[in-house]
């Protein structure tokens, strides 16, 4: 009897353990596989150069150029405008049915399908006010992707400020916005700050927002104002793997264009985790 | 027989000396207090006794302790297997988040027992001994978490019942009931010590003399007298005990 | 002059604050009128019931969306048959056995496939995964519905770990402590008492995995196959609803039945989306109810 019970802890444990190891797994067969296979496809010129010969040779630039352009697209609009409203949840709002319903709209924001918002995005950007297919309406339904994340962590940010920073704002003579800006803020920084660099990053990787609002696979300039269209990462990867019209040839490309997305999310991440720890000791003396 | 001998026991935290050389009989089938000053090790005590202080990273007993006249402080003893023995009621009632049948019914599923008629049967049994039974029996479906204090605390001494154990082990049963609950499981320990042995630690004194048989005074991790209840608190041998039980140290 | 520009102030947050609402309001109400224009020229039992998805179709187009839904839920139940199991048994592990190291470790791990991008997933869905399913069970391509179950699961994994996770370490320890005093040993109290106290956490992390699962365009647009048709297996090639979206958004003429019906397919993610929120934060409430 004890014997059974002890043979049953044995494999209950193990088999914890199991799946444990098939998820470290799942991420380190994807990584390897990626890392190997990208390396190769890899070099300065390759990141450098302008695609050629059908998109058969040649290098990504213009692809890195377009992601980056859109990203900044959505941090102008996401950031500002997601760290504003997280301000008027956690300084200003009252609790009650109101604030809790609007918290509710930004939970379900979040979790609205991305496609949905790529549908909004060619309703309203592209068609309604007729930006057409561009930057421009790809960077605002990305950040419209991005801002309930905006918002979500930036009051979290915001809710570890201690009371007694505001309330000594406060009792000095300052107003509620003085407090705010002096006090809150600047303590709430690094957390907005490393939050923020993170809900880029995913934007950076998004690709059913951008399909039919600016992105395009092959443009022979770069884009010159937000009105063009232009090249992004996800969705060179996208095409290179499924509609080129040569897959087998193109695949070591698919491959270094991965890599080259994976490295910029990665070191997005990185740069979140560092700066909020050098931030972190620096504010809180 | 005496149900639990302990023989030079002592319980260290890292380097700390929680118990000290202790050297106690405790007789069957009755009600024994330990009473003492807050912090002075009378919980280690008694987690020592089922061996739930093995959860403790740093804590190391030496000595013997004897359940039974066989030393239970040993490598290859089956903890799980005593701790079905002796059985504890916990100072804040911890009935777990599930109905008040099933919170019953928790160590004889364990035990593998499937028979339905047979567990039905227990529950009710260990839910009448504790007293609890006519207060529940239309609810036993309701979650546990919805009684009073005083009805959880019985309802896990009901759930120690039903895998018939041969000693309860009570830490400050009653420390977080109000004094009606308390008088109430003062009742139930006087019927439970017919059958079982109970050691009882309580910063009560007045409860160690209503339903104890036997105490001990425990101070700074020794025992320092150990007799007949009525004899303890009446005339006590050591001085140290009297200063306690007069009050002269809280 | 100041209590002005005080007040003024809060205007402007309190206009950034409600405009989640607005936009969630906005989005709700662009499906909708899209969407119902399509109803102008498709009967509703057609959309909903059908079966066949054809609105391009020479003589009669049909816009049934069932197949569509069908595929949606079948890859989705298939990734939470992989995901469930794997991610409650990883965050048990987590939460209650690992060393303070390796739950870093694991930790960092969630986090790092967390942030992978799901056309990344998809890539490797048709350059590791379809391969070694077409090898394995001896198909001619490994683009079909099993490919989309893996790859969601995949992606469902950090989700449903790390919420769990949460909820199994907030499960109280006395809970546990009274268990080990009735004699039970680590596995039964982990299986008996922790886990089931728990429960509640873990139905929200499946929820909000599920949640992510169905409304997930890329993945599935690169490798479950995109044959409009029924499934039956799930072996077969499947179209789901996001990926009808993502194919036909790029083909259709503005302002048509076509366009439009896309903007219907569009209201019924959102309402599920919507749906499956509404029962993850109902069954918070419960849960931190009876805290």
Redesign the interface.
């Known amino acids: 009897m004890m014997k059974f019970?002890r043979f049953?802890?044995i494999i209950?444990?193990g088999?914890?353990?199991?799946?444990?190891v098939?998820?470290?797994l799942?991420?380190g067969?994807?990584i390897f596989?990626?890392a190997a296979k990208g390396f190769e496809a890899i070099s300065l010129k390759f990141l450098i150069d302008f695609p050629r010969e059908g998109m058969t040779k040649g290098g990504i630039f213009p692809v890195i150029i377009g992601t980056i352009f859109v990203t900044i697209m959505t941090t102008l609009f996401s950031i500002p405008?997601g760290v504003?409203?997280a301000?008027?949840?956690s300084?200003?709002?009252k609790e009650g049915r109101f604030t809790r319903?609007?918290r509710?709209?930004?939970?379900?924001?979040a979790?609205?399908?991305?496609?949905?918002?790529?549908?909004?995005g060619?309703?309203?950007f592209v068609?309604g006010l007729n930006f057409g297919t561009s930057v421009l309406s790809s960077g605002l339904t990305l950040g419209?992707l991005t801002?309930?994340w905006i918002?979500a962590t930036s009051e979290e940010a915001l809710k570890t400020v201690p009371q007694d920073y505001r309330e000594g704002a406060l009792a000095l003579g300052a107003?509620?916005?003085q407090a705010i800006r002096s006090n809150v803020l600047p303590y709430a920084f690094p957390g907005i700050l490393t939050s923020s660099i993170?809900g880029l990053?995913?934007a950076?990787?998004?690709?059913?927002p951008i399909?039919?609002t600016g992105v395009v696979f092959y443009l022979p300039w770069l884009p010159g104002s937000v009105f063009d269209q232009f090249m992004a990462l996800?969705?060179h990867?996208?095409i290179l793997?499924?509609q080129h019209h040569a897959i087998d040839l193109v695949?070591p490309l698919?491959?270094g264009t991965?890599l080259v997305?994976?490295a910029i999310?990665?070191m997005l991440?990185l740069a979140a985790i560092i700066l909020r720890y050098q931030l972190g000791r620096k504010y809180k003396k | 027989m005496d149900k639990i001998v302990m023989k030079d026991l002592s319980l260290f935290y890292g380097e700390k000396k929680i118990i000290d050389n202790i050297n106690l009989n405790i007789p069957e089938k009755k009600i024994t207090a330990i009473i003492g000053p807050s912090g002075c090790g009378k919980t280690s005590l008694l987690r020592c006794i089922?061996r739930?202080n093995d959860?403790i990273p740093d804590a190391k007993i030496e000595g013997q302790l004897l359940f039974n006249e066989k030393d239970i402080n040993t490598d290859d003893v089956d903890v799980?297997?005593?701790?079905?023995k002796i059985?504890?009621i916990?100072q804040?009632p911890?009935?777990?988040?599930?109905s008040i049948f099933e919170n019953v019914a928790?160590?004889l599923?364990?035990e593998g027992i499937r028979d339905k008629r047979k567990i039905s049967e227990i529950v009710e049994k260990s839910l009448r001994d504790s007293d609890l039974w006519g207060e529940v029996k239309f609810q036993l479906n309701g979650?546990a978490?919805e009684l009073s204090g005083g009805q959880q605390q019985r309802l896990?001494i009901a759930?120690?019942l039903a895998?018939e154990p041969e000693v309860i082990l009570m830490d400050e049963p009653c420390s977080a009931l109000d004094p009606t609950s308390m008088l109430k499981i003062e009742e139930l320990m006087k019927e439970l010590k017919e059958q079982y042995t109970i050691l009882l630690v309580t910063h009560n004194m007045q409860q160690a003399s209503r339903v104890s048989d036997f105490t001990g005074f425990l101070y700074m991790g020794k025992i320092i007298e150990f007799g007949d209840t009525n004899q303890i608190f009446t005339r006590p041998k050591e001085k140290l005990t009297d200063d306690y039980i007069s009050g002269r140290f809280a | 002059m100041?209590r002005i520009?005080?007040k003024a102030?809060?205007f402007?947050?309190?206009f950034?604050?409600?405009?989640?609402?607005i936009?969630?309001l906005?989005?709700f109400l662009?499906?909708l009128l899209?969407g119902l224009q399509t109803f102008k020229d498709v009967r509703f039992s057609d959309f909903f019931f059908g079966t066949v998805w054809n609105p391009s179709a020479y003589k009669e187009s049909s816009y049934g969306i069932l197949s569509m839904v069908v595929s949606t839920f079948m890859v989705t139940l298939g990734a939470m048959v992989i995901a469930v199991?794997?991610?409650?048994?990883?965050a048990?592990?987590?939460a209650e056995?690992?060393s303070e190291r390796i739950k870093n470790f694991?930790r960092s791990?969630?986090?790092?496939?967390a942030?992978?991008?799901?056309?990344?997933?998809?890539?490797?869905g048709?350059?590791?995964v379809g391969p070694f399913i077409a090898k394995v069970f001896n198909l001619s391509s490994g683009l079909n519905a099993l490919n989309g179950s893996i790859l969601l699961a995949?992606m469902s994994?950090p989700t449903i770990?790390s919420i769990s996770e949460e909820a199994i370490r907030e499960v109280?320890k006395?809970?546990k402590?009274?268990?080990?005093?009735?004699?039970?040993?680590?596995?039964?109290t982990?299986?008996?008492?922790t886990i089931?106290?728990a429960f509640s956490g873990i139905i929200v992390s499946i929820m909000?995995g599920i949640?992510r699962a169905?409304?997930?365009?890329?993945t599935v647009?690169?490798v479950t196959g995109n044959a409009p048709a029924m499934p039956h297996s799930f072996f077969d090639s499947v179209r789901t609803m996001?990926a009808t979206?993502?194919i036909e958004?790029?083909e259709v003429p503005?302002g048509t039945t076509h366009y439009y019906s896309?903007?219907a397919i569009?209201a019924v993610?959102?309402l599920i989306?919507?749906g499956?929120?509404l029962v993850a934060?109902l069954v918070t409430a419960k849960y931190r109810g009876?805290k």
Do not use: H
């Not at chain 1, 509710?104 to 924001?109: G, S, Y």
């Not at chain 2, 799980?80 to 079905?84: A, F, P, Q, S, T």
């Not at chain 2, 911890?94 to 599930?98: A, I, T």
């Not at chain 3, 199991?85 to 990883?90: F, M, V």
């Open positions: 019970k049953k802890e209950g444990f088999s914890l353990i199991l799946s444990a098939i998820v470290v799942i991420l067969i994807m596989d990626i405008l504003s409203a301000i008027y949840l300084e200003y709002a319903f609007v509710a709209a930004i939970r379900n924001l979790g609205i399908p991305s496609i949905v918002y790529g549908l909004f060619v309703a309203i068609q419209l801002l309930p918002i107003t509620k916005w993170l990053s995913r950076a990787g998004e690709t059913a399909l039919f996800p969705y990867i996208y793997s499924t695949r698919a491959y991965t997305l994976i999310v990665f991440n | 089922n739930l959860l799980v297997e005593i701790r079905k059985g504890m916990f804040k911890n009935p777990f988040p599930k928790f160590g599923r364990i979650s978490l896990c759930r120690t895998i | 100041k520009k005080e102030i809060y402007f947050f309190f950034t604050g409600i405009l989640a609402v936009i969630l906005g989005i662009m499906l899209n199991p794997l991610g409650i048994g990883t048990t592990y987590i056995i690992a694991l791990v969630i986090g790092i496939l942030g992978i991008p799901s056309v990344v997933i998809g890539f490797i048709i350059v590791l995949a994994l770990i109280p006395n809970y402590v009274a268990s080990y005093a009735l004699g039970a040993n680590r596995w039964t982990l299986v008996r008492v089931p106290a909000l949640g169905i409304g997930e365009t890329m647009l690169m996001t979206i993502a958004m790029g503005y896309l903007f569009g993610l959102f989306s919507l499956v929120n934060e009876a």
